[in-house]
């Protein structure tokens, strides 16, 4: 099982213990020992001391599993009799089917990858049947189509990074304003560079603008200025995009009313959106790797029976007095 401490499951060794705060190591480590013995004794089997427990634990027969999923505040820990690699078949999270911001992300970059493969095979195929003007008018549908699929690249990601973001951030505090970001309010806002960080900035206090170049910026309101003409406009250009900076752009491209796309500047915008998904991977990461821990042992902390006769939200770093 893969120590990436960005995935939804995580091997409950010596090394993720260590990753536990001075103030939540204890805690944490009598709740994995009191779940590894019940489940012990459930199963007619001598539980291993403490001590013993916490020594060379990828070595055990019976180890834990920590699930935490970010997409949907699964928490769970789960037993793994056997081998390590019998963890690695563990994927996507059991409750929201998902498996990690970064990794959603590549999906969909790989997808982009497979249909211009096939477009590009299909394209060499037609310039042995077919005359330039004809090919022209194949190709400007295709691009086009690319060029559809590249926004959708960029909403899927935004949206899910701001999604395990938020989570991340707020742990359990997820309130209506952000279900009301997430799910109605925003419409395609996070197809628009510009709008979308409207978002960041405003819940997560993220300014997108300082994780990616400024050429890469305005090339991404490019591409969605190009595709709402596409789309809401049949492909024609109208007076409003004439007055755009995108329009000076790619005026090259342009013939009567028509946009005819090229394969270097798909090829080109394809690339702003790797380096905007590779920024934001990056910066996830490094937020998730320096939240897990608190986020599993607050979690565990707050739904103790004992602990959560009130509603709000403790953090352990405040109840427990520090040595
Ligand atoms: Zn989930």
Redesign the pocket.
């Known amino acids: 099982m893969s120590k990436n401490h960005t995935e939804?499951y995580h091997l409950i060794d010596n090394s993720f213990i260590s990753g536990f705060s001075e103030s939540h190591i204890e805690y944490m480590k009598s709740y994995y020992y009191s779940f590894y013995s019940n489940y012990c004794i459930s199963k007619n089997k001598s539980p291993l001391c403490k001590e013993k427990f916490f020594t060379n634990m990828r070595r055990h027969k019976v180890k834990l599993v920590q699930i935490c999923?970010?997409?949907?505040?699964?928490m769970n820990i789960w037993i793994l009799e056997g081998t390590i690699s019998l963890g690695d078949s563990l994927n996507y999270?059991?409750?929201?089917?998902?498996k990690s911001a970064s990794d959603n992300a590549f999906f969909q970059i790989s997808r982009l990858i497979r249909i211009r493969h096939f477009h590009q095979s299909g394209l060499e195929k037609l310039k042995e049947l077919s005359s330039e003007k004809d090919l022209k008018l194949l190709s400007y549908d295709i691009y086009q189509l690319e060029l559809i699929e590249i926004t959708s690249i960029i909403e899927v990601s935004l949206r899910e990074f701001f999604v395990c973001l938020v989570y991340l951030t707020f742990q359990n505090t997820k309130n209506k304003y952000f279900d009301s970001i997430i799910k109605k309010s925003t419409g395609n806002d996070f197809m628009n560079i510009g709008k979308a960080n409207n978002h960041y900035k405003k819940a997560l206090d993220i300014d997108l603008r300082n994780l990616i170049s400024c050429d890469c910026w305005n090339n991404l309101l490019d591409i969605v200025e190009i595709r709402n003409t596409i789309v809401h406009n049949n492909g024609m250009i109208d007076k409003k995009f004439r007055n755009t900076q995108t329009y000076t752009k790619i005026a090259s491209m342009i013939e009567g009313n028509l946009i005819f796309l090229t394969p270097q500047i798909i090829q080109s915008y394809f690339n702003y959106v790797l380096e905007l998904i590779t920024s934001v991977t990056k910066y996830y990461n490094s937020l998730y790797e320096n939240t897990l821990h608190s986020l599993i042992a607050n979690f565990y902390f707050n739904s103790h029976p004992l602990n959560s006769d009130n509603c709000t939200w403790a953090s352990l770093e405040d109840l427990i007095p520090k040595h």
Not at 69 to 74: I, S, V
Not at 93 to 98: L, M
């Open positions: 939804i999923c970010p997409y949907c505040g699964n999270c059991t409750s929201c089917g998902k």
